[in-house]
């Protein structure tokens, strides 16, 4: 729809494109500095997918991990993980050009980048390696080609947007509505190229024209949850950001009477929201509903909105742009002084937007607990690998710090893969298999009860965070590490405190104090912080793989500040503390269980109760028993 007659990126003009690449290396620097790892389940998987794929040529056709961004992103994995962050920043550089470009005008080129790469959950998915930006790279790029009347090209690339994200099912109809818009239907089946091209190398690969269909990762999956249908609307602010929602929302309800005062260009702008509102609403109301209804492998995840946030900026600044042309006598000062006031609103912009930003997105990354236990379990295998051994695990983060390839079946397996019906899980003598909670019972449809109770699974170590927290389906995050040998397991068990019993070597702090008549039969303590303590439990030889330890306590009546009260368990190795598990006291009756790996000598531990609220505690049991595991 472009005549040709403005050329908006002039050939030297190189400031909004150095602009552009310089905003969008900020993830790369980011990820450079942080000890954590930003996505580190599946902007792992992504990162080894494209690493391995020459090795493996089938990972190449892997709907999961999106055929094309796997063959794009192969030659900068080869530089690290770090080298996909590379890729995913030159994609966003060129997505604010091109967004720039289209909407026309000087302060598009220079804007573009900015309300770009402030959305937090973009710079969030440039920064983790994610393949939505890819996505959205493609899919400015078919803007642009049908804005240019290059019907054919656009075509030719929005059909291999299917192997790139799920987004494709509400980005295509509106491209395909738009070219019969256009009555340039002759060239529709340009449309089928991408899907013909994975349907050949599927028939040579796997004898199936239609894996697209019958292999859809996310047809029919369910089990990760669901919630209210509204969940990504009322976190948008965490997706786009407060300056870009202000902006979408102002011209969404502006649009309608720009279009009206701008009769030559009501063509335009009518092809533009086809084109950016239509399919950036239709992939928040396609995920809002799988999450909602809870299907099609929907986490609920914010990231899945980064593939509608580059049509988002492109539709605010086009209608911007468009506003400026319908009523030219609105912005009589900007004209005339148009350098001073596009720095002052790249000024405004920029400092809301990277507040919003920092506030959404922490810098740098922080390397969380459940980070630091996978990349320790990581090099534990790593020391217990031998060569000659399959390595079984499905968390992506072990097998990256293992320095394993996930992908050689010689070496390496997924827990999925094994064989739970036979003893020892089909494995052979002498092989690992690496137990993560999120991952092996969920994705890999490996309770740990099933190997725990596998005599031909021999446990040879068991991790557990520096801080206790919950994954996927509320197991408590643990690793166990498991070698395909014998191991008889057997469980004992013993009490190691009761409040009205006579054992009390535990004891090392015990403020109590007279009960009144109403609490006869119950233990009452003071008002103090920490008014009860056990320290010293008892652990055991060689041959215990870990002691459990189960509390049951019960309180005289709920706590009236259910925010204050709490158990703790804690364990420390001289002044390095090796974990701090906490639970809230929010009803009578409350419970902790903590499973405790096996521990060096001068290890110290105690179980107190922390009481914030300034009121006296009534205690009407408080028994602590422990289940010691042990291993043949």
């Not at 002039?10 to 930003?38: E, N, Q, T």
């Not at 997706?239 to 870009?244: E, K, T």
């Not at 020391?383 to 320095?403: F, K, M, N, R, W």
């Not at 190795?573 to 090796?578: A, F």
């Amino acid at each position: 729809m472009n005549d040709g007659s403005e050329n908006p990126l002039k050939a030297h003009d190189s400031g909004p494109i150095v602009f552009a690449f310089a905003l969008a290396a900020v993830p790369l620097l980011v990820r450079s500095l942080s000890p954590g790892v930003p996505e580190a389940g599946d902007g792992v998987l992504h990162y080894q997918y494209a690493r391995w794929c020459w090795y493996h040529p089938v990972l190449l056709l892997d709907l999961w991990a999106k055929p094309v961004f796997t063959l794009l992103a192969s030659p900068f994995a080869l530089l690290g993980a770090w080298g996909v962050v590379l890729f995913n920043v030159l994609c966003a550089g060129a997505t604010a050009i091109g967004i720039g470009t289209i909407a026309r005008g000087g302060r598009s080129r220079w804007l573009a980048p900015l309300l770009l790469l402030t959305a937090p959950v973009y710079f969030h998915t440039v920064l983790g390696g994610m393949t939505e930006v890819l996505f959205g790279a493609a899919t400015i790029g078919v803007v642009w080609l049908l804005m240019e009347q290059r019907v054919k090209q656009a075509l030719v690339v929005a059909s291999f947007l299917p192997l790139m994200r799920p987004e494709w099912v509400a980005v295509i109809p509106c491209v395909v509505l738009f070219v019969l818009w256009q009555r340039a239907w002759r060239q529709l089946p340009w449309i089928m190229l991408g899907s013909a091209v994975y349907a050949v190398f599927a028939f040579i690969f796997f004898g199936d024209p239609f894996r697209f269909f019958t292999r859809d990762p996310y047809a029919g999956v369910m089990g990760y949850g669901s919630g209210p249908a509204d969940h990504f609307v009322r976190n948008m602010d965490a997706v786009l950001g407060w300056p870009l929602i202000v902006l979408f929302v102002a011209a969404l309800v502006a649009w309608p009477f720009i279009r009206w005062k701008s009769k030559e260009q009501r063509k335009e702008m009518t092809g533009m929201a086809m084109l950016t509102i239509l399919p950036a609403l239709g992939i928040l109301i396609i995920h809002s509903y799988a999450w909602w209804k809870g299907g099609n492998g929907s986490l609920g995840l914010l990231r899945v909105l980064g593939t509608a946030i580059p049509l988002s900026v492109l539709f605010v600044l086009h209608t911007g742009h468009q506003l400026s042309i319908a009523w030219p006598m609105l912005t009589p000062a900007l004209a005339q002084r148009r350098k001073t006031a596009l720095i002052s609103l790249i000024v405004v912009l920029g400092f809301f937007g990277i507040t919003s930003l920092t506030h959404h997105v922490p810098m740098p990354i922080a390397q969380g607990v459940d980070q630091e236990l996978l990349l320790r379990a990581g090099a534990r295998v790593h020391e217990l690998d031998t060569a000659g051994h399959d390595i079984v695990c499905q968390d992506p983060l072990i097998a990256y710090a293992a320095g394993l390839d996930p992908f050689d079946s010689t070496r390496t397996r997924m827990i999925w893969a094994v064989d739970k019906s036979q003893e020892g899980l089909g494995l052979g003598t002498g092989d690992l298999l690496i137990w993560d909670a999120h991952f092996s019972p969920n994705e890999g449809g490996l309770p740990l009860e099933r190997v725990m109770s596998d005599q031909g699974m021999r446990m040879m170590e068991m991790m557990t965070p520096r801080e206790d927290q919950q994954v996927l389906g509320g197991f408590p995050m643990e690793i166990y590490i498991f070698r395909r040998l014998p191991g008889l397991r057997s469980i004992s068990s013993d009490t190691l405190f009761t409040l009205d019993g006579s054992e009390r070597t535990l004891v090392t702090n015990c403020d109590t104090v007279t009960c009144t008549a109403k609490a006869r039969g119950a233990v009452c303590f003071t008002a103090a912080e920490f008014p009860f303590t056990l320290e010293g439990l008892p652990t055991h030889g060689d041959s215990t793989l870990f002691d459990e330890i189960i509390l049951h306590g019960a309180l005289e009546e709920v706590p009236s500040d259910t925010s204050s009260l709490f158990v703790v368990f804690s364990e420390n190795d001289g002044n390095k503390q090796l974990r701090y598990h906490q639970v809230g006291i929010k009803k009578k009756d409350f419970v902790l269980s903590a499973r405790i790996p096996r521990r060096a000598a001068g290890t110290t531990n105690k179980l107190y109760l922390w009481n914030r609220s300034g009121q006296p505690l009534v205690l009407r049991s408080f028994m602590l028993t422990r289940n010691t595991l042990q291993q043949e």
